[in-house]
């Protein structure tokens, strides 16, 4: 829970805080998304679900052997 004093210092100051799938907090340990607006929050999160491998998927920036 050491995530929880600085999640309510941006929440307090206004920002848009979710999971990084835009879920709600505290739903998953993936990880998580603060922006100061609702329009870059939905620019971040579909610039995220582009790069990421998805569950269970390789990591391309991973060197290959």
Request: charge should be negative; charged fraction near 15%; aromatic fraction near 2%.
């Amino acid at each position: 829970m050491h995530f929880s004093a600085g999640i309510a210092l941006c929440e307090a100051a206004g920002r848009v805080v979710t999971g990084i799938h835009g879920q709600p907090l505290h739903t998953g340990a993936e990880g998580l998304v603060v922006t100061a607006d609702r329009e870059t929050h939905a620019l971040l999160l579909e610039m995220i679900s582009g790069q990421e491998p998805g569950p269970g998927g390789s990591d391309d920036a991973s060197p290959s052997r």
